[in-house]
């Protein structure tokens, strides 16, 4: 995989301080032993054996591809995988991409043998090589690559799963120096096929992902100027409203220095794509993209006035068509005969009714800051608005904005006189058993159990600060009630799966190990991989082995009720049944639109769960993204909202505008990085202009108190265009989507301006 403008060079220039053996000033591989030359106690020295099943991982003497030993690894079909790693600082190499080299040699492997890096910074992410699988082959190179963000450490390595045998040798690290994104123009011209100039015509910037990053019109000589960064790009254009001009384009490839590209529009076979949205801006633009192989066939083309638009274009069967400004919506067209008229669902940027503005401004709770140590002046409407509710869900439209956590801390201050005890955070549930042993009784420190629940969004100051304060309250003998902290997500394995064999380690220790034996690969970050690498068959025997341990645990229950508690059983028999949400997880893949209704569907199980465990007279603050507490289908809130009904409360967070961390993908769209991102002021039309316009810094808003009938009613009632972002930042633009706020949500809080989430510096201790 390549950088763009990036060069190469070798670790050992770089990685001074990247393990014990470069405290001589030189990290070489010969330092770091990556071609298992120098030996301790039978393994090549500083590295770590790691298996799973029926595996062998052992030095080879009699085959290498240089020098005098390999590392070879053995298994059969019923092990998980077999692994060989060693660990670095990876403090040095924060902000560049680190690239492994290996060289494998495989023998009837029918799943896969892979060289890897795991970068931990929060949540744990692997990059696998593709390795020789199904097949025996001589010695074959292959290459994984991560990019380092701050906070993070780095582990390396070679496995095999699978049945079958695989050599690997002679392992080279190397970083990629991002180099400066170097600007570059495309001053090209547009002409039709007769090399005439066409002004006016529409030219496209398009990335390497489809999106139109930039469109400009030519001018009366056919010129346009795009100032973009070296990286891959396409161009295209096309002439709205003369149809014997047919668009062009020019498909993406690697830019690294200024070009003057010519487009020239064309005379053959077209088809005309035309479509209408009533009410829409002249300044409005749509994205056609044409469904074919090419990757340039991309066009920006405006509206006129009618809010129509058309343009010629090359033939193809079907085009995709959807705004880029002047609204948010969708829509195709297929051609028939020689157009193709779209359909699109389109939501207008359009001003807020003056009325709507007024109803907010007077129902507006003003709340004047989100300084936790600020208790509130009045708490009475903050009371009124929260009524009888048990759970109480506050959203938020970042994971990475500052104010979004103080406010909720300074919420759940202001409701502890209320009966509020509960702060559940969208963080493992298992994992934050040790957060809340630390707020109820001190044990250990809040920095490394926090880093511990390895989610990376969480480790910041001010959820740290949070912790820390409940701690304070509970060591104080004259306060009550006694907080805790608890979690409700389920998305790794691997704690639940530890906490699961202690307890059968106790209560039905042979029993245990056999019920465990078809589990062994949800045991480590690694099996997890080696698990989304099977068969479904497999995987569904895995997932049926999940049920059944839940199952033996409902059937043991009055023996180990009576054997431990209660309480403790119901503990257990939980983690039990967040092992097995994790395996039905991980089956349809974790980033599918099946896998993310999964994930809500546990967590609202795993937050009722937690509303049971209740003393009566206690309350719980649930803080999770805002699309995971939204009544909308798919997602927590709805369930939640039909099982608990008048108990649950659920409060939107959204921003006006300012700064907020999440990942952000470079722009070779390979790698992720944690990086602060900036929401511009948002334009008028979209619901957090609305909100900014109408109310003070920071407030809340029933809104079930919207009338019933009106002009307000039906605002607030109809899709309004809303922008908020998860954990992944891609633009703006992207992020822009219709929501119908009263369905939504109960309630909203806004704050007016964003600030970055502070992150916490690396805690090492939380690594093995």
């Known amino acids: 995989m390549s950088v763009p403008c990036g060069p190469g060079i070798a670790l050992a220039s770089?990685?001074?301080?990247?393990?014990?053996?470069?405290?001589?000033g030189v990290a070489s591989d010969e330092a770091m032993n990556l071609g298992f030359e120098e030996m301790t106690r039978g393994l090549p020295s500083g590295w770590a054996r790691g298996e799973r099943g029926t595996f062998e991982v052992v030095v080879d003497s009699t085959i290498a591809r240089t020098g005098r030993h390999s590392i070879r690894i053995t298994s059969d079909p019923e092990g998980y995988y077999g692994s060989l790693s060693r660990r670095i600082d990876a403090g040095p190499l924060?902000?560049?991409?680190?690239?492994l080299h290996g060289w494998a040699r495989a023998e009837a492997v029918t799943g896969w043998a892979v060289v890897w890096i795991r970068v931990d910074g929060g949540q744990a992410t692997y990059v696998m090589a593709d390795g020789p699988l199904g097949t025996s082959t001589d010695w074959s190179e292959m290459v994984a690559d991560a990019m380092i963000a701050a906070g993070e450490d780095l582990t390396f390595g070679v496995a095999l799963g699978g049945d079958g045998t695989a050599w690997f040798d002679d392992l080279e690290l190397e970083v990629v120096e991002p180099a400066p994104l170097v600007p570059i123009r495309f001053a090209g011209r547009v002409v039709d096929s007769t090399g005439a100039p066409v002004g006016g015509a529409e030219v496209a910037l398009i990335d390497a992902a489809g999106t139109v990053a930039q469109h400009v019109r030519t001018t009366g000589d056919g010129g346009f100027d795009l100032e973009a960064v070296c990286g891959e790009w396409a161009l295209s254009a096309n002439a709205p409203g003369r149809p014997a001009l047919v668009g062009a384009f020019l498909d993406a490839r690697a830019?690294?220095?200024?070009?003057?590209?010519?487009?020239?529009?064309?005379?053959?076979?077209?088809?005309?794509?035309?479509?209408?949205?009533?009410?829409?801006?002249?300044?409005?633009?749509?994205r056609v993209a044409a469904s074919s192989t090419h990757t340039g066939d991309v066009w920006a083309v405006p509206f006129d006035a009618e809010g129509k638009f058309a343009t010629a274009l090359p033939l193809a069967d079907r085009f995709g068509v959807s705004m880029i400004s002047g609204g948010v919506g969708t829509g195709s067209a297929t051609r028939t005969g020689d157009v193709a008229t779209a359909e699109l669902e389109v939501v207008l940027e359009r001003p807020t009714p003056p009325a709507v503005l007024e109803w907010i401004s007077h129902h507006a709770i003003p709340l004047d800051t989100t300084d936790p140590e600020v208790p509130l002046e009045d708490p009475t409407a903050l009371r009124a608005l929260v009524g009888s509710a048990r759970v109480v869900a506050l959203g938020e439209a970042t994971h990475g904005t500052r104010e979004f956590f103080r406010l909720k801390h300074r919420i759940f201050r202001a409701l502890i006189p209320e009966g509020f005890n509960v702060f559940a955070l969208e963080i493992g549930q298992v994992e934050a058993r040790a957060i809340n042993d630390y707020v109820l009784e001190g044990k250990g420190d809040a920095r490394s159990t926090l880093g511990?629940?390895?989610?990376?969004?969480?480790?910041?100051?001010?959820?740290?600060?949070?912790?820390?304060?409940?701690?304070?309250?509970?060591?104080?003998?004259?306060?009550?009630?006694?907080?805790?902290?608890?979690g409700f997500d389920m998305q790794s394995s691997i704690a639940a799966f530890e906490a699961v064999e202690q307890f059968l380690a106790q209560l039905a220790p042979e029993d245990g190990v056999a019920w465990l034996a078809p589990l062994e690969v949800l045991r480590s970050q690694v099996g997890i991989d080696a698990f989304l690498a099977l068969s479904k068959e497999r995987q569904a025997e895995v997932v049926a082995a999940a049920g059944t341990l839940v199952e033996q645990f409902d059937a043991s229950r009055p023996r180990w009720e009576a054997a431990t508690s209660p309480a403790a059983f119901a503990v257990a028999r939980q983690d039990a049944r967040v092992l097995q949400q994790a395996a039905v997880h991980f089956s349809p893949g974790e980033m599918t639109a099946r896998g993310s209704e999964l994930r809500d569907e546990a967590m609202a199980e795993n937050i009722k769960w937690l509303r049971d465990q209740l003393s009566p007279g206690e309350r719980m603050v649930v803080s999770a993204h805002n699309l995971h507490v939204a009544d909308v289908p798919g997602r927590m809130g709805k369930p939640l909202r039909a099982t608990l009904g008048s108990e649950w409360l659920s409060i939107g967070l959204q921003l006006g505008d300012g700064t907020f961390q999440a990942l952000g993908a470079r722009t070779d769209g390979a790698a992720r990085n944690i990086e602060a991102f900036t929401f511009s002021p948002p334009p008028a039309g979209l619901v957090n202009a609305t909100l900014l316009a109408a109310g003070p810094e920071v407030y809340a808003l029933d809104l079930r108190a919207v009338p019933s009938t009106g002009e307000v009613a039906d605002w607030f009632r109809s899709p309004q265009l809303v922008r908020e972002v998860g954990y992944v930042f891609r633009s703006e633009a992207a992020l822009t989507g219709p929501q119908v706020l009263t369905e939504r949500f109960d309630a909203l809080l806004f704050v007016a301006h964003s600030t970055r989430a502070r992150p916490l510096p690396i805690d090492f201790s939380r690594l093995p």
């Open 255 to 286: 830019y690294a220095a200024s070009t003057e590209p010519t487009l020239v529009l064309g005379a053959d076979s077209s088809v005309i794509v035309q479509g209408r949205v009533e009410g829409v801006s002249e300044r409005a633009y749509v």
């Open 452 to 486: 511990r629940a390895g989610m990376w969004v969480w480790e910041t100051e001010e959820v740290l600060d949070l912790i820390e304060w409940m701690r304070a309250w509970n060591a104080e003998p004259s306060h009550t009630p006694e907080l805790r902290f608890v």
């Open 94 to 99: 924060v902000g560049k991409r680190v690239r």
């Open 14 to 24: 770089l990685l001074l301080l990247a393990c014990a053996e470069a405290r001589t």
